[in-house]
């Protein structure tokens, strides 16, 4: 079983919808959660983190988290071409030491 | 956050040479982690370096192929030794900063092996 899932994609949405991202992870002890995004040749750049279940916002982004079901998520709101990219979970183990990371969702945003 | 830059950016390379990458950070970090990401894949930890201590390899990394230097807080090196075109990848480093845990990533280097 992988660490941390997530749906591939391609994920297609038109401009100025919510785009919404979804992640699953098995470790039940991980307590804390990232979203990066990742353009074409480029490294990942840290979108979001989130370390309480509830919803955190930032712009027009909300990560969602819920431990019980262990599963994390991003919505994006007013979605951009820009925002096409590919999204990655990761999560943080247990130990505090190692990320664990999605294999990315591709998102393309159609103007 | 902290600005990492990485040396080379790219490079091409034959069959059964070695490739030394940089990763340079603008602050002291503590622990710093070399990925490979090959196309059209996520992220796959190789090791985690710490200054003053031996490198921690991930299942499936060893040290003769990834041998790994970490002199002082903003410096570290991985040489990817004995090359093979299975080798073509992208090579990032990442620092944890900020808040907490959070890590934030080089450039990246991207290598692609004859």
């Known amino acids: 079983q992988k660490e941390v899932e997530q749906n591939s994609g391609p994920l297609s949405v038109p401009e100025g919808a919510i785009a919404s991202l979804n992640c699953t992870y098995s470790?039940?002890?991980?307590?804390?959660f990232f979203w990066y995004r990742q353009y074409s040749g480029k490294s990942p750049e840290l979108i979001m983190f989130?370390?309480?279940?509830g919803d955190k916002e930032d712009g027009r982004f909300t990560a969602q988290l819920n431990k019980a079901s262990q599963y994390v998520s991003l919505l994006i709101r007013d979605s951009q071409p820009s925002d096409s990219a590919t999204y990655l979970c990761?999560?943080?183990?247990?130990?505090?030491?190692?990320?664990?990371f999605g294999t990315g969702t591709s998102l393309t945003v159609i103007p | 956050s902290a600005v990492i830059s990485q040396k080379p950016s790219r490079d091409i390379c034959q069959r059964g040479t070695s490739l030394t990458i940089q990763c340079q950070v603008d602050s002291q970090v503590t622990m710093m982690f070399w990925y490979r990401q090959q196309p059209g894949q996520s992220l796959t930890l190789i090791a985690t370096?710490?200054?003053?201590?031996?490198?921690?390899?991930e299942s499936g990394f060893v040290i003769d192929k990834f041998p790994i230097s970490r002199p002082n807080l903003t410096f570290s090196t991985l040489t990817v030794s004995n090359m093979s075109p299975e080798d073509s990848s992208i090579y990032l480093c990442s620092v944890t900063g900020g808040g907490a845990d959070t890590q934030y990533f080089g450039p990246g280097t991207r290598l692609t092996v004859l």
């Open positions: 989130i370390y309480s279940n």
């Open positions: 990761a999560v943080n183990s247990n130990t505090g030491n190692q990320f664990y």
């Open positions: 370096a710490n200054q003053g201590s031996e490198a921690t390899y």
């Open positions: 470790d039940r002890g991980s307590q804390s």
